[in-house]
């Protein structure tokens, strides 16, 4: 019989909602806790889900008896504390993106996991999709080479408001949450190191301090390119694309699906159990802390991104 992995979800936002709705669907996950400092958040969540314990602080959640893991959809400032936080009370831990918003505190986290035989994932989704796991599979089998990564992240963001169109306590970032999407799935799927990295943003935001518009070119010691465009500017269709050229086909991944260079829908149901990233994420997750192996987007195994993106900041001021 498999064990059965209690989790505590920390953040009853957007992502909250997604990693409950998808841990609902994997097998020996029991979702233990909703935290939330907002407690009528926390407990209309667990309420919807089922779950036995709702909180507004996740010290309390930690120290549940039976506590094994827990999974971190908090404000980008807070992942890297709270997750050494959870590796120190011996906890498991999957943080959502960004890992950090600075590279020092992402190998904290890895080397706290690392000194301690713990599992510390971050949910780099794209490795997920089954949209990119297909395009992964032809790179693996030696059908398609890629050539260059064109990706297009756009949102519409002018005040500081959530997915949900919620106010924010904190501010998000073109280069340290969406941008760390695509440096990291470029090295993913490419293979290679990035050995030329460029990057220029556009005005600052008066009120919100951040840049609203960035462009990024990296080039890999394979020779394969990835630009990059991102706008928190976009007034029109919201989120991100990924154009993959190759030297056999052109694949467009949105999230969960994915098209031919013309336009024609690719089926990728079967590529994996699900059709939903986050839910595969949350599997490969509960998956390695049963197995007592490193999971696929474990600390260690991203921080090659941040580290390209600690080179971008630099470069722009940063």
Do not use: E, W
């Given at each position: 019989m498999t064990r059965v992995l209690n989790i505590a979800v920390a953040g009853a936002g957007a992502f909250g909602i997604k990693h409950l709705e998808g841990l609902a669907h994997v097998p020996g996950a029991r979702v233990m806790a909703v935290v939330d400092p907002e407690l009528d958040k926390a407990r209309a969540a667990a309420a919807r889900f089922g779950v036995p314990h709702a909180c507004p602080d996740l010290a309390e959640a930690l120290a549940l008896p039976?506590?094994?893991?827990?999974?971190?959809?908090?404000?980008?400032?807070?992942?890297?504390?709270?997750?050494?936080?959870?590796?120190k009370a011996g906890k498991h831990v999957q943080v959502e993106i960004p890992l950090a918003d600075r590279l020092d505190d992402a190998r904290a986290v890895a080397g706290e996991a690392q000194s301690r035989g713990l599992v510390a994932m971050c949910g780099h989704t794209r490795r997920f999709n089954p949209s990119h796991q297909y395009v992964r599979r032809g790179i693996e089998e030696g059908r398609f080479r890629l050539q260059h990564l064109v990706a297009q992240t756009f949102f519409l963001r002018r005040s500081n408001l959530n997915a949900l169109g919620e106010p924010r306590s904190w501010t998000d970032h073109l280069l340290w949450h969406h941008a760390a999407h695509t440096v990291d799935l470029f090295l993913y799927q490419d293979g290679g190191e990035v050995v030329q990295a460029h990057a220029v943003q556009g005005p600052m935001h008066p009120e919100l301090g951040i840049a609203m518009d960035m462009s990024i070119q990296l080039k890999s010691s394979t020779?394969?390119?990835?630009?990059?465009?991102?706008?928190?500017?976009?007034?029109?269709?919201?989120?991100?694309?990924?154009?993959?050229?190759?030297?056999?086909?052109?694949?467009?991944?949105?999230?969960?699906?994915?098209?031919?260079?013309?336009?024609?829908?690719?089926?990728?149901?079967?590529?994996?159990v699900s059709i939903n990233g986050i839910e595969l994420q949350d599997r490969e997750f509960v998956a390695a802390v049963g197995e007592r192996r490193e999971p696929n987007a474990s600390a260690a195994r991203v921080l090659p991104c941040y580290e390209v993106l600690e080179r971008l900041a630099r470069q722009m001021g940063g």
């Open positions: 039976g506590l094994d893991a827990a999974i971190l959809c908090t404000p980008t400032p807070m992942h890297a504390r709270q997750a050494i936080a959870c590796l020779g394969a390119l990835c630009t990059l465009a991102l706008s928190f500017n976009n007034d029109g269709p919201l989120g991100t694309t990924f154009r993959y050229i190759g030297d056999s086909a052109t694949y467009v991944a949105s999230y969960d699906d994915l098209y031919t260079g013309s336009g024609d829908k690719i089926d990728v149901s079967r590529v994996d």
